[in-house]
C-alpha cells in the first residue's frame, strides 16, 4: 500500500531576525500556487532568525530573536499553516526557555494550524553556537502517511540521534541544516549513511548562498539520493516521497538482503554499552517499540 507524501524543501537565504513574517507567508503562498500539490514545505536551520554568522554581535541579535514557544510567532505560523491547508516545518527558530535558556527549535504545524511538534537541537554545534542542548528525541504523527522525526544540522553526526528515531517510528527523518562552512560534503555522506544504516528517509535542506553551502538531499531508506540541489544556488527541490518503501525495505532487505532491524533472535542475551552506562535489549530492539522499553 502506498503511503505518498508530496513535499517541496526550499533552500533559501534566511529571513532577518526582525523581519515581519508577512515576506515569509507571501514566498510560502506563492510556493503553494506554483506547487499546489505539495503536501509538506521544510525549510532549512534558523531560517526565520538570520543573523549574519560571525557577527561581532550576532549571540546577542540571536536572543535578542528568542520567543517562548507559545508567543506570537508560533501563533502566527500556526494560522498560516491552517489558512493554506499544509503540513508547515519553518526550519528552526530561537526560543526562550522557561528559565532564560536560548534553544534552537525545529517546529512543525499541522494543515489543521497547530503546533504538531517541537524539538530542541540536542547536539548545538560547540563552541560556534550559543544554544543550550535540548534533552529529548522527537516523532510526531501524519495522519495516514507515518511518522517524521527531527535532527538538526550538528545532529546528524551523532549516530544515536537517527538511531533513537527510527526506533522511535520515524519514517522520514527531516534534517533543516544552517552550514556555512566546507563540511557540507561529509554531511551528504551522512545523510546517505543514516538513511541507510536506520532505513529510513532523509531530507537535509540547507540554507541557500551567500550565507550558506547549499546542495540540500533527499535520501531514500537504501541510501539512494533521489533529489539534490546542485549547488549553493537558491532553488526548491520537488519530491513525493512513499513511507511504505520503509517497510518494504526492513521488510525485504536492503538491496534484498540485509535487515538490520531483525539481527536479533529470541534468546540473545543483552548486550552491555558502558559508553552509555546502558545496554541493547533483543527485546526492545524493533522501530516502534519505544513505549515497551525495558
Known sequence: MSRPLPLALVQAAPHPAQAPLAGFASDTERLLRRLPGTRMVVHPELHLCGVEPGAPDADERLHDAAEPLDGPRTRALAELAGDLKVWL?????????????LFNTALAFSP????????RKVFPWRPYEPYDPGDRFVVFDVPGTGKIGFAVCYDA?????SRHLAWMGAEVIVNPVMTTTADRAQELVLARANAIVNQVHVVSVNTAGP?????????????????????????????VLDLDDVTRVRTHGTAGVTRVWDVFQEGDAPLGLPLYAGRIDPRS????QAGEAR
Not at 285 to 288: I, M, N, Y
Open 211 to 239: 550565507t550558506g553551502t547549499g546542495r540540500s538531499v533527499v535520501v531514500d531508506p537504501e541510501g539512494r539520493v533521489r533529489a539534490e540541489a546542485p549547488s549553493e544556488a537558491a532553488t526548491v527541490l520537488t519530491d
Open 89 to 101: 516545518l519553518p526550519g528552526t527558530v530561537c526560543e526562550r526557555g522557561p528559565g532564560g535558556e
Open 285 to 288: 530492539w524493533h522501530p516502534g
Open 157 to 161: 553526526w551523532y549516530p544515536e540521534v
Open 112 to 119: 489543521e494550524g497547530r503546533l504538531a511538534a517541537s524539538y
